[in-house]
């Protein structure tokens, strides 16, 4: 008997609630369709707070409307700063518990929108540098377009650079090569794959890909300096510079790609298979490359370096040949004395202008301590010697 008055007890508990959730339920929908969100917010909330919500699809599809319309309001962001993600969570409950499907086409519909803006906000926290949520962003995104039997390129995108920047190459890999095999019309994703392969030393992957990119996307700069980039990395320098005088063609005034001939031109002088001719002819048009970087931007410090240092080893060289030669070679050692300071006076002002932009790297002042103590620079050699 006592069993019995428990049972029913229990039962006009459950009772009670379950009118309550109904009724809170019915509040919030007829505030929602008022426009007044504060109190729709207020009922659905208390609704779904039921122990009865929890097999309720009709409470979980009133509730991802109302925190979807809030999401698309700015001025509720303090009120519901997280809208966003329980409208994409009510939506998917109330599918998961819509055994009837009778929202089934309403959900989709607006679990597109959803999608939309969780894209939206994955951008925002890429640009904040938060790569983390920006990749809980992109991929539910990329799950709302599965859903829906649509494929979201640009949220795989997202995810895959996400994936990049943490530098989690086997994903970042799967998902750019998923892009390029359904045709993703974007030449970034063959510059990015390229890269990731040459960083895990698969070359042949990393120049087909490249390759594939510039066929589909011909003269495209970004991709020829890549593919001139990749060159490089394979010591394929006569290509690279192939690649970067095309590229040049059609940005005379990039600085990045004045730069990167200056770097290559620099690589083959040091290439001893070559004949000193060639070797000097390389030296040259380095120091031209490197000049005409400079002209555009003369604050660029790597070619300011880089131009010093040509100078700065040739006239190391003949220093170094100067004291090789016996003591009977006097003329012979004096000339090549002066040609060695000679250089180095070439050098000096690159360095210098260079140490303007930056006066603690410490190879840089180091090497104008050595120029500074062989011109006899010596209050400049006291002055570079205080910041050693």
Request: proline share 3%; net charge neutral.
């Amino acid at each position: 008997m006592k069993r019995n008055i428990l049972v029913l007890a229990c039962l006009l508990i459950f009772g009670v609630s379950f009118a309550q959730m109904k009724k809170d339920r019915t509040s919030a929908y007829n505030y929602w369709q008022k426009g007044d969100l504060v109190k729709a917010k207020e009922y659905i909330d208390k609704a779904t707070a039921y122990p009865e919500a929890a097999t309720d699809a009709k409470v979980w599809f009133y509730k991802g409307g109302i925190y979807l319309d809030l999401q698309l309001k700015p001025e509720f962001k303090i009120l519901a700063p997280d809208a966003l993600n329980v409208a994409f969570d009510s939506y998917n409950k109330s599918k998961e518990l819509d055994v009837k499907n009778e929202y089934k086409s309403d959900i989709m519909l607006r679990m597109q929108t959803i999608g939309g803006q969780l894209f939206n906000e994955g951008i925002n926290y890429f640009q904040a540098n938060d790569v983390d949520n920006a990749q809980k962003y992109f991929d539910r995104a990329i799950q709302i377009g599965k859903d829906n039997n649509v494929i979201d390129t640009l949220a795989i995108y997202g995810s895959a650079l996400c994936y990049e920047k943490k530098n989690d190459k086997p994903k970042a890999i799967a998902l750019y090569s998923d892009l390029v095999g359904m045709q993703m019309k974007e030449p970034s994703i063959y510059s990015s794959l390229c890269m990731l392969y040459k960083e895990t030393g698969d070359f042949a992957k990393a120049t087909s890909t490249i390759n594939d990119g510039l066929a589909k996307f011909p003269g495209n700069n970004d991709l020829i300096i890549n593919q001139a980039n990749l060159y490089i990395s394979s010591n394929q320098h006569d290509k690279a510079l192939e690649s970067l005088k095309i590229a040049k063609e059609k940005e005379p005034g990039n600085t990045s790609i004045l730069y990167a001939i200056g770097v290559t031109y620099d690589l083959l002088k040091n290439d001893t298979n070559l004949s000193l001719e060639k070797r000097n002819y390389y030296f040259t048009e380095a120091v031209k490359a490197y000049e005409n970087t400079i002209s555009v931007d003369p604050k660029y410090f790597d070619a300011l370096f880089n131009l010093g240092v040509l100078y700065f080893n040739k006239g190391g060289d003949y220093i170094n040949e100067a004291n090789k030669l016996p003591l009977s070679k006097e003329k012979e050692y004096q000339e090549f004395l002066a040609n060695g300071k000679e250089n180095l006076r070439k050098a000096l002002p690159y360095f210098e202008s260079a140490e303007t932009l930056n006066g603690t790297d410490k190879q840089l002042l180091v090497s104008l301590k050595e120029i500074y103590t062989r011109l006899e620079m010596m209050d400049k050699l006291k002055a570079v010697n205080a910041k050693l």
